[in-house]
C-alpha cells in the first residue's frame, strides 16, 4: 500500500514539473529579441522607460522614416605624400611675370588660390599661391625658376599614410555604428528610447561629418600641391633716382633762370622750390629741379653752359629696367651768382696802394743811397 501510494505521487510530482517547464518555454517564444549593438552606451532614461504600442500616435513619425546615411568610398592613391613648394624670385617686372606665370599654371593644369600684388609701378611685389597636379609638381618648381633670379628656393613632402588609415578605420566604425542604432530606432517602443537614440545618431553624424571633412583636405593636398611665389622688382630698379648739385656764375642772372626752367619743361620735370638773396650787393638764386632720371645726364651737362661753373657733383645710379629711366624722380640743387663787381674793385685798389706803397719805398732807398 505504501509503495503504491509513493509511485502515484511521483509520478503525480512529474506531471507537475513537466508541465511547468513547458510553460516556460512558450513565455520565452514569444519574447522579441533587440539586436545587439556595437560602440553604443544606452543612456540610463532609456533602461527605465515604460512600454508603449507601436501604434502610439505619440511617437515620432519622422523617427521611424530615417535611414542611415551612406559613405562616399575612400579615393586610394599612388602615392600618400603632400608635396609643398617656396620660391623666391628677383624678376624686372613682376607684372609680365604674373601674367607668365598664370599662363604656366593653366598649362599644367592647375589654378592660383591667393594672389596680393603690392607696390608701384618702379618698386612692385607679389606673393602668390599655386596648386598643381602631383605629378606635375617637380617641372612647375623647374618653369618657375627660368622666370627670374632665384633668391630662395625649397621643397618638401610629407607621407600622410598613417593619418589617412587612422581616419578610414574610425569612418568605417562610426559608420556601423550608425547603422546599428537605426536598426535598434526600428525596433524602439517608447518615445524617451527614440529621444536618446536620435541624440546619440546626431553626435555620431557629426563625428562621421568631421572625418569625412578631414579625408577630403587630405585628398586635396594629396592630389593637387602647393606652391608658394614671391617675387621682388630687382635690386638694379630699386636704387635711388640720381642727384646732383651745380654752381654757376652768370652775368644776367635772370637770363640764366629762364633758359633752366625751359630746360625742365621740356622734359616734363618740375621746379620743386626757388629762393633769392642778396648778400655783398650781389644776387644769388638757388633752386631744386625734378626731372626724369633717364635725362639727368644730358640736362646736367646742359646746365654747365648757362654759365661758368664754380663747383658740380653728381650721382647717377644705373637703372635696369627702361621704365625706370621715365620716372620723375632725380633732382638737381642749382645755385646761380652774379659777378661780385666790388670784389673786383677792391682787389684794384689794393694792388694800386700795394705798387704806390713799393714805389715810395725804393725811391726812399735811392734818396739814402746818395
Given at each position: 500500500?505504501?509503495?503504491?501510494?509513493?509511485?502515484s505521487?511521483t509520478?503525480?510530482?512529474?506531471l507537475?514539473l513537466l508541465?511547468?517547464i513547458?510553460?516556460?518555454?512558450?513565455?520565452?517564444?514569444?519574447?522579441?529579441t533587440?539586436?545587439?549593438?556595437?560602440?553604443?552606451?544606452?543612456?540610463?532614461p532609456f533602461?527605465?522607460s515604460?512600454?508603449?504600442s507601436?501604434?502610439?500616435?505619440?511617437?515620432?513619425?519622422?523617427?521611424?522614416?530615417v535611414?542611415?546615411?551612406?559613405?562616399?568610398?575612400?579615393?586610394?592613391?599612388?602615392?600618400?605624400?603632400?608635396f609643398?613648394?617656396?620660391?623666391t624670385?628677383?624678376?624686372n617686372s613682376?607684372?609680365d611675370?604674373?601674367?607668365?606665370?598664370?599662363?604656366?599654371?593653366?598649362?599644367?593644369?592647375?589654378?592660383?588660390?591667393?594672389?596680393?600684388?603690392y607696390?608701384?609701378?618702379?618698386?612692385?611685389?607679389?606673393?602668390?599661391?599655386?596648386?598643381?597636379?602631383q605629378?606635375?609638381?617637380?617641372r612647375?618648381m623647374?618653369q618657375?625658376?627660368?622666370?627670374g633670379?632665384?633668391?630662395n628656393?625649397?621643397?618638401?613632402?610629407e607621407?600622410?599614410?598613417?593619418?589617412?588609415?587612422?581616419?578610414?578605420a574610425?569612418?568605417?566604425?562610426?559608420?556601423r555604428?550608425?547603422?546599428?542604432?537605426?536598426?535598434?530606432?526600428?525596433?524602439?517602443?517608447?518615445?524617451?528610447?527614440?529621444i536618446?537614440i536620435?541624440?546619440?545618431?546626431s553626435?555620431?553624424?557629426?563625428?562621421?561629418?568631421?572625418?569625412?571633412g578631414?579625408?577630403?583636405?587630405?585628398?586635396?593636398k594629396?592630389?593637387?600641391?602647393?606652391?608658394n611665389?614671391n617675387?621682388v622688382?630687382?635690386?638694379?630698379?630699386?636704387t635711388?633716382?640720381?642727384?646732383?648739385?651745380?654752381?654757376?656764375?652768370?652775368?644776367?642772372i635772370?637770363?640764366?633762370?629762364?633758359?633752366?626752367?625751359?630746360?625742365?619743361?621740356?622734359?616734363?620735370?618740375?621746379?620743386?622750390y626757388?629762393?633769392?638773396n642778396?648778400?655783398?650787393?650781389?644776387?644769388?638764386?638757388?633752386?631744386?629741379?625734378?626731372?626724369?632720371r633717364g635725362?639727368f645726364?644730358t640736362i646736367?651737362?646742359?646746365?654747365?653752359?648757362?654759365?661758368?661753373v664754380n663747383?658740380?657733383y653728381?650721382?647717377?645710379?644705373?637703372?635696369?629696367?627702361?621704365?625706370?629711366e621715365?620716372?620723375?624722380?632725380?633732382?638737381?640743387t642749382?645755385?646761380?651768382r652774379e659777378?661780385?663787381?666790388?670784389?673786383?674793385?677792391?682787389?684794384?685798389?689794393?694792388?694800386?696802394?700795394?705798387?704806390?706803397?713799393?714805389?715810395?719805398?725804393?725811391?726812399?732807398?735811392?734818396?739814402?743811397?746818395?
Open positions: 500500500m505504501f509503495l503504491k501510494t509513493f509511485y505521487s509520478i503525480l510530482f512529474i507537475v508541465f511547468l513547458g510553460c516556460s518555454n512558450l513565455d520565452t517564444t514569444n519574447e522579441k533587440v539586436p545587439p549593438t556595437e560602440f553604443y552606451a544606452v543612456e540610463e533602461l527605465q515604460a512600454s508603449v507601436k501604434s502610439d500616435p505619440s511617437r515620432m513619425s519622422s523617427s521611424l522614416s535611414s542611415p546615411q551612406s559613405t562616399p568610398g575612400i579615393p586610394k592613391y599612388d602615392s600618400t605624400e603632400i609643398t613648394g617656396s620660391i624670385l628677383e624678376v613682376v607684372e611675370i604674373l601674367f607668365q606665370i598664370q599662363n604656366l599654371v593653366e598649362r599644367n593644369e592647375g589654378f592660383v588660390e591667393y594672389l596680393n600684388s607696390g608701384t609701378d618702379y618698386n612692385q611685389n607679389a606673393n602668390l599661391t599655386i596648386r598643381v597636379p605629378k606635375k609638381f617637380n612647375t623647374f618657375i625658376e627660368t622666370l633670379i632665384v633668391l628656393k625649397s621643397t618638401g613632402s607621407d600622410v599614410s598613417e593619418q589617412l588609415i587612422d581616419l578610414e574610425r569612418l568605417k566604425s562610426y559608420t555604428e550608425e547603422t546599428n542604432l537605426y536598426n535598434l530606432l526600428d525596433e524602439s517602443k517608447t518615445i524617451t528610447d527614440i536618446a536620435e541624440r546619440e545618431l553626435r555620431i553624424r557629426s563625428e562621421i561629418e568631421s572625418l569625412e578631414r579625408l577630403k583636405y587630405y585628398d586635396s594629396i592630389t593637387m600641391s602647393t606652391i611665389i617675387l622688382t630687382a635690386y638694379a630698379n630699386n635711388s633716382p640720381p642727384y646732383g648739385d651745380i654752381k654757376l656764375t652768370t652775368s644776367d635772370e637770363l640764366g633762370l629762364n633758359k633752366i626752367k625751359n630746360l625742365i619743361a621740356s622734359d616734363d620735370g618740375r621746379i620743386d626757388i629762393s633769392s642778396y648778400l655783398n650787393n650781389t644776387k644769388t638764386i638757388e633752386l631744386l629741379v625734378i626731372i626724369k635725362s645726364s646736367f651737362k646742359s646746365l654747365e653752359n648757362i654759365g661758368s663747383s658740380k653728381s650721382n647717377e645710379p644705373q637703372n635696369a629696367n627702361l621704365k625706370i621715365a620716372k620723375i624722380d632725380a633732382h638737381i642749382i645755385t646761380l659777378p661780385n663787381y666790388l670784389s673786383e674793385n677792391s682787389k684794384m685798389a689794393s694792388v694800386t696802394i700795394l705798387i704806390l706803397v713799393l714805389s715810395g719805398f725804393v725811391l726812399w732807398l735811392v734818396t739814402r743811397k746818395r
